[in-house]
């Protein structure tokens, strides 16, 4: 199953983190195991799911100054490595305070779509060294991250990619990161804000990925789609550039090959609480003011896991969207469970 997709956009906050944590929250509702690979120096997925990388001092000092290093395994050894299968013994397996879900909750309150069925959460977090590290690069180092997730470390052995029903690797905008990025995924998935320089970005982002394609030897790289964050349905500007997007993908306008997903992430504050609070914006289900917004980003975000398992041919697709629907109550159901079925 090609099961890596690289959550991409050439642009700052266009809310590939927030598409990450909302996929992982979605899927692992949903029962599927998750790992989340962190490739921006930011380490936002991390701190999202409240495992930022502590640096912690070491014994060796230099004059006054006292040597740290992470706590942990992070992505940047990984891809130093450069070791076949070795990803799998970086990966933290995520129990933090607040990814622990209400396994006696009905789904629709924040609980599992299938009587006590939670997937696992994986991370191999990232920190701020990460940026440094594309410095030192050969054209053939941008295969590493490829190697360590997705070959198997000895014959006949599993790759790591293959421990999971998802990875998403959250990218970051810096081009080298974001090669890295692809050449390790089987698909990439857009997702921006209806703005102008959000809509700027996207043929942008495809000249990267065809880049992947053409010099660095990688055509095994699809484009799943768009989608749309921070939407606000009443503001003109925001629906006319989402129409002049589609537009410019029916007409098939050079580097608009990305298909667009009818899907808007809506702007809400339970998104940033949810990042401040380190937890999944599903456990605002179960908040009573919270609720109504909730429901709404949990349900966009359901239907965008769901058509993700439809692309990547998971064999469980068909049976997850049946009991979505079924899942929440008729009158809480917004327009999204509706369309877009694929
Ligand atoms: N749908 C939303 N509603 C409200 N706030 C949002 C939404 N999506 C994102 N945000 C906020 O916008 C900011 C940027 O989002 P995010 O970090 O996901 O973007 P990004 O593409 O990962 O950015 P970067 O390029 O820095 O990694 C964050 O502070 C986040 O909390
Ligand atoms: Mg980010």
Redesign the pocket.
Known sequence: MKNVVSVM?R?????????TLLLTDALVRMGLNVLVIDM?P?G?AGTGLGRKVQMRAVEARIGKTTLEEPDVLTVIEVIQSGEDGVADEAVLLIDTPGWQYPIDLPFHRGGPLSAGKIGRVGLIPSYSALEDLPASWKPTDFERLAHTLLLPAERGGIAPSHRWDVVLI?T??ARALGVQSAKAAFYALFVTNAEKFGVDAIPETMRLVEDVRDHYYHDGIDVMGLVW??YSPNQITARALTMDAAQAHTAKQKHWDAPIWPFE?????V??DS?DMAAPVSAFLGTSEKRKPAAK?CQVAEAIALRLLDTIGHPLAGELREAWVQAWPENEQTNVMTKGVA
């Open positions: 956009m642009k700052g906050g266009a809310g590939k983190s927030t598409l921006d930011q936002n959250d970051a905008i964050n921070a992430i809506p702007k809400a504050t998104v940033s990042h980003v």
